[in-house]
């Protein structure tokens, strides 16, 4: 059930067990404990920052971009821009101290509504849509080396992608360390497969192989329209930097490498095996970390009040984890890579581009508020800036998928003032709701 904003914050430590006929046994409060180290922490951001994204982003911004010198600049520019929002972040990780990720910095700058909206299109959009998307380069990924000889079928890697993602929830609702260390782990093979590329490359490029630079710039001319949907692709492998806030209170080829086929030869098939593990460590970081924003929300009562609950001996938020699933297995079956990349990325740097203009707001709103770190006030401006410009020039790029997204982000305001607002519900729509 929906229900007001809870101020009393044993609403945050309800408890929960699946055994018939359990009754609680014990009279402490169960909350998520603080089990992610700072080795586990640089992990979830190292995991999911190194992800699908690097694997799949190259065609989406060589597409959008017309050539190869373009595409480098706007990779360039987007791993500025994500340094920038990382240090906005770092800002205000350090003075709100509460997990919940862009959710709680939106709250708490410009209150519950444009909250409600961000965790609304989460859940409906970006989330389901984003896990869809990682879920699909990992199931295409594994089954790579079975078809080397033709073109893997579509059936099969959304099947293969559906079990991924039912893994992937499994275990993180089973345990918080068992996650972290599987995170620890996964992290490994990623920077192994970044090694593999990128090493080889070095060596090539000091060897002479330069061809590919000439006349880097040549080729059909960048257009304003490509412009933004280059930049969702681009932000979309560097994404992940902001995933640690998210837990803050448990703090202690672009489709087919045929770049390593030719590198390696018969290795070559290992690459695809370390590229799945990569996509498999940022499914599950992501789910790790946007659990807790769902945790939050109904912690606030923006959300149902089953999702705030925690698993009386596991210590996880197994509703929230898992309340997912249904979602993002109907995503992986209606849509491709890169049109849910299009659809999930202008909610998401909507918010996150709000979400940073917050730290502008807070320093006028609340002067007083101790900022261990400050980052200055033309960082937070400009990332805003720019994540509000490319938002609003991909509802002409892409009007189709961005246009549902920002349907969708405007049915918000109806559902807030439906499911939180309103008091007075009759019986049968509480007990629906």
């Known amino acids: 059930m929906y229900r007001q904003r809870n101020t009393d914050l044993s609403a945050s430590k309800r408890e929960i067990d699946f055994k018939p006929g359990l009754e609680t046994e014990t009279k402490e409060k169960v909350v998520l404990k603080k089990k992610v180290t700072l080795f586990r922490g640089i992990a979830i951001i190292t995991g999911t920052v190194i992800g699908a994204g690097i694997f799949i982003s190259p065609k989406g911004i060589l ?75 990992c199931g295409q990924y594994i089954l790579e080396p079975f078809f080397t000889e033709c073109e893997t079928p579509d059936l099969a890697i959304k099947l293969v992608s559906a079990v991924t993602i039912a893994t992937v929830m499994v275990l993180n609702s089973m345990s918080v360390s068992w996650s972290a260390r599987i995170q620890i782990f996964m ?40 412009l933004p949907l280059a930049f969702y692709s681009g932000m979309y492998a560097y994404a992940g930097w902001f995933y640690l806030n998210f837990v803050t209170e448990e703090v202690e080829n672009p489709e087919r490498e045929t770049y390593a086929e030719r590198l390696f030869g018969n290795f070559s098939l290992a690459v695809p095996v370390v590229v799945a593990l990569s996509c498999f460590g940022s499914l599950n970081g992501s789910v790790f970390a946007v659990s807790r924003m769902f945790y939050v929300a109904s912690r606030e009562g923006h959300l149902p009040e089953i999702l705030s609950m925690i698993h009386i001996r596991k210590h996880t938020p197994l509703p929230a984890v898992m309340f997912l699933l249904p979602l993002t297995i109907v995503m992986l079956f209606t849509g491709d890579i890169y049109t849910l990349l299009n659809f999930f990325s202008f909610v998401r740097w909507l918010f996150i581009g709000l979400a940073v203009a917050g730290v502008i707001y807070l320093r006028y709103k609340r002067p007083e508020m101790h900022r261990p ?45 439906l499911f939180v607002i309103w008091d007075n519900k009759p019986e049968w729509f509480r007990t629906f709701s």
């Open 63 to 137: 597409q959008n971009t017309g050539s190869v010198g373009m595409s480098l600049i706007l990779w360039t520019v987007c791993g500025i821009l994500s340094l920038l929002g990382a240090l906005c972040y770092a800002e205000l990780g350090t003075c709100i101290k509460k997990s919940g990720g862009h959710y709680t910095y939106i709250l708490e700058a410009f209150g519950p509504l444009p909250a409600f909206i961000r965790v609304w299109v989460e859940l409906l959009v970006v989330r389901p849509a984003g896990t869809a998307v990682t879920t699909l380069a």
């Open 187 to 226: 992290t490994f093979f990623k920077l192994l497969a970044i090694v593999i590329i990128i090493v080889p490359g070095v060596l090539l490029l000091i060897k002479g192989e330069t061809q590919n630079f000439k006349d880097a710039f040549t080729g059909k001319d960048m257009s304003v329209m490509g």
């Open 373 to 417: 770190f400050k980052v200055p006030i033309f960082i937070p401006a400009l990332f805003s800036f720019t994540c509000l410009l490319m938002v609003a020039l991909s509802l002409y790029s892409d009007p189709l998928s961005t246009g549902i997204g920002f349907a969708i982000t405007l049915s918000g305001i109806p559902a807030y003032y």
